[in-house]
């Protein structure tokens, strides 16, 4: 049962095996376990990544496409949601359409992209998404009646997932049986069918002939499998799931802009969870996404404390503090990619197999 769940693509390592059941674990009972509101927002973010970057992990690991416009159909699932509900209001039918309009527009411009892009070769078709991109990013603040323009876009949702409906009065197991607990719950199980149709496809034939295009599409092309159709196709099912994860990203924040959905630096933290969790290997998105946000958001809580008790160590502090922690932060990711060149779920298989 659970292979077929999985479409037969074990874990294949006792250790990495472990990792993912503490990380799902964890994010399955987050509101139990880390009942703040910032561990419950970290958690809400980890599971919106491990989609997004899954996507593109579609796209760069088992396609061997550098694309720079994944932020775009991330941008786009956002607006979606947040136009719809702040023209025809908090409704679940806003929701729908939203999210069925956004999808419909990732699908035509990922198609437009697709066909009169994938022709050109490699840094080309990387500088060419870079450049749509930021014409969509820049469009998006400049449509201020549309978007909100730079001030971006609050809205309301369902009352179901309002943050002031409450489901008991009291505390279950710690946690607030609100809103947004609702609203956790349903990017978690989101999160967790996206992730298997995700896991399904790179394990279906269609996925086999993506990884033989990653591996050399010029045998590819030449036992009859059109390399440009099937680019296409991998390129408009990256774009549909990073749309949908852009979607739960605006239901959960009720707010969107430029910076919060279309940022390069998104598209660059995409890029670095991917080569930290391991390309072309669908849970690295989990392990990536689930490490990579935790020392985002903590690391630099974690150097406060080890600056205080290192107070006694000449330089140690100073060293240790916490406006240092991007550098830090770089140092890690440095790292990880000399002793997991492979990634940590690459790095995990091979001891393995092994």
């Not at 908090?90 to 198609?111: I, N």
């Not at 998104?266 to 670095?272: A, K, S």
Request: net charge positive; charged share 10%; glycine share 8%.
């Amino acid at each position: 049962m659970l292979k077929q769940l999985l479409s037969h693509d074990l874990p294949r390592n006792k250790v990495l095996s472990a990792v993912l059941l503490v990380i799902v674990f964890a994010l399955a009972f987050a509101p139990f376990l880390f009942p703040g509101a910032k561990a419950l927002n970290v958690a809400a973010k980890i599971l919106i990544f491990i989609v997004l970057v899954a996507s593109y992990d579609l796209l760069l690991g088992y396609t061997g496409i550098v694309s720079f416009a994944h932020t775009m159909f991330f941008g786009i699932g956002a607006y979606g949601i947040a136009i719809a509900s702040t023209r025809m209001g908090p409704g679940w039918g806003s929701l729908l359409v939203g999210a069925l309009s956004a999808v419909a527009l990732s699908l035509v411009l990922s198609l437009i992209i697709g066909l009169f892009s994938l022709r050109v070769r490699a840094i080309f078709y990387a500088m060419i998404t870079l450049a749509v991109a930021s014409a969509f990013q820049t469009l998006a603040s400049q449509l201020s009646q549309f978007t909100g323009g730079e001030d971006g876009l609050n809205f309301k949702l369902p009352e179901l997932l309002s943050p002031a409906f409450q489901l008991a009065e009291e505390q279950v197991f710690g946690a607030w049986l609100d809103g947004k607990f609702i609203t956790y719950y349903i990017l978690f199980f989101t999160t967790v069918l996206l992730f298997l149709a995700m896991l399904r496809i790179v394990n279906s034939p269609f996925g086999r002939v993506l990884q033989a295009i990653r591996e050399n599409d010029f045998r590819a092309e030449a036992i009859g499998y059109k390399i440009v159709v099937f680019r296409t196709l991998s390129n408009v099912l990256a774009a549909v799931f990073a749309t949908l994860a852009g979607c739960m990203l605006a239901i959960w924040l009720r707010y969107n802009g430029p910076d919060t959905s279309l940022s390069f630096e998104i598209m660059v933290d995409i890029l670095l969870i991917v080569v930290i969790g391991g390309m072309g290997t669908m849970y690295g998105a989990i392990c990536g996404s689930a490490i990579f946000l935790l020392a985002q958001n903590y690391l630099q809580d974690l150097m406060r404390v080890a600056s205080g008790a290192a107070q006694s160590v000449p330089l140690l502090p100073a060293l240790l503090s916490p406006d240092r922690w991007l550098l830090w932060l770089g140092i890690l990711f440095i790292l990880s990619v000399y002793f997991f060149p492979t990634g940590i779920v690459g790095k995990l298989r091979t001891w393995g197999a092994r």
